[in-house]
């Protein structure tokens, strides 16, 4: 390790996997530019090419629409991070659904045993070091290991609900700015925690604490089938 990263290791603590040289897995850039929308996100047709991606907006606002519906939050702020595009790609999302505005664009690590560039394997377990998907709720900020903390609120049963207690959280980190990815290829990993860029994260958190929506992505299978979020007329249906 060279004196570089010896010295950036030092500043992030110890919540963190800094970036090697090489990454293991390549794939194209995925165009976010929105389409004419069928979908719930139609009404976002015209919104500037940094969107997310139709079918994530599309599952993001599904599951946003359903945890309101449950009592879960009533802020029309909803984050989303798309972890099917690798981490070198600006992938998560502050959205002011109320205002159809993007509010934060930016980079976001993902855990230690997901993956390297590409997050591939996600967990709810303690101790995987993994990242968790679906839907959380944010609640408060305190101050911690790493600086000002943002808490994290799993809400899906068996797919995110340990957040609390495996301390997944959201935090600013030195591993997480487009200077990492220029000279390694690839960010830095977390143990699980969503980590963005610490110049960008005291701004951030101030639009997303208290009671917003935070949906994670990936084109998981189970639990795609699985997420009452996602099956929300069924679920409510059924009360």
């Given at each position: 390790?060279?004196?570089?990263?010896?010295?950036?290791?030092?500043a992030?603590?110890?919540?963190?996997?800094?970036?090697?040289?090489?990454?293991?897995?390549?794939?194209?850039?995925?165009?976010?530019?929105?389409?004419?929308?069928?979908?719930?996100?139609?009404?976002?047709?015209?919104?500037?090419?940094?969107?997310?991606?139709?079918?994530?907006?599309?599952?993001?606002?599904?599951?946003?629409?359903?945890g309101?519906a449950?009592?879960?939050f009533?802020s029309?702020?909803?984050?989303?991070i798309?972890?099917?595009?690798?981490?070198?790609?600006?992938?998560?999302?502050v959205?002011?659904?109320?205002?159809?505005?993007?509010?934060f664009?930016?980079?976001?690590?993902?855990?230690?045993?997901?993956?390297?560039?590409?997050?591939?394997?996600?967990?709810?377990?303690?101790q995987?070091?993994?990242?968790?998907?679906g839907?959380?709720?944010?609640?408060?900020?305190?101050d911690?290991?790493?600086g000002?903390?943002?808490?994290?609120?799993?809400?899906?049963p068996?797919i995110?609900?340990?957040a609390?207690?495996?301390?997944?959280?959201?935090?600013?980190?030195?591993?997480?700015?487009?200077?990492?990815?220029?000279?390694?290829?690839?960010?830095?990993?977390?143990?699980?925690?969503?980590?963005?860029?610490?110049?960008?994260?005291?701004?951030m958190?101030?639009?997303?604490?208290?009671?917003?929506?935070?949906?994670?992505?990936y084109?998981?299978?189970?639990?795609?089938?699985?997420?009452r979020?996602?099956?929300?007329?069924?679920?409510?249906?059924?009360?």
């Amino acid at each position: 390790m060279n004196r570089w990263m010896w010295r950036t290791a030092a500043a992030v603590l110890v919540c963190c996997v800094l970036p090697g040289a090489t990454s293991a897995r390549t794939r194209g850039s995925r165009s976010s530019r929105p389409k004419a929308w069928q979908s719930d996100a139609q009404r976002f047709r015209n919104a500037p090419t940094e969107w997310p991606r139709r079918d994530v907006l599309d599952l993001a606002m599904r599951a946003y629409r359903c945890g309101r519906a449950d009592g879960q939050f009533d802020s029309p702020i909803l984050t989303v991070i798309d972890y099917s595009l690798p981490s070198t790609e600006k992938r998560l999302w502050v959205i002011d659904l109320a205002k159809r505005q993007i509010l934060f664009h930016e980079l976001v690590a993902h855990g230690q045993n997901s993956g390297d560039v590409y997050a591939v394997d996600f967990s709810n377990r303690p101790q995987s070091r993994q990242s968790s998907l679906g839907l959380f709720r944010t609640d408060d900020v305190y101050d911690g290991r790493h600086g000002e903390t943002l808490k994290l609120i799993g809400l899906e049963p068996g797919i995110n609900d340990r957040a609390e207690e495996r301390r997944i959280v959201m935090h600013g980190a030195a591993y997480v700015n487009q200077r990492v990815v220029q000279r390694f290829g690839e960010l830095g990993r977390s143990w699980g925690c969503p980590a963005v860029d610490r110049a960008v994260f005291p701004q951030m958190v101030r639009h997303i604490k208290e009671g917003t929506a935070l949906f994670a992505y990936y084109p998981d299978p189970h639990w795609l089938r699985q997420s009452r979020f996602l099956q929300c007329n069924a679920n409510l249906a059924a009360r």
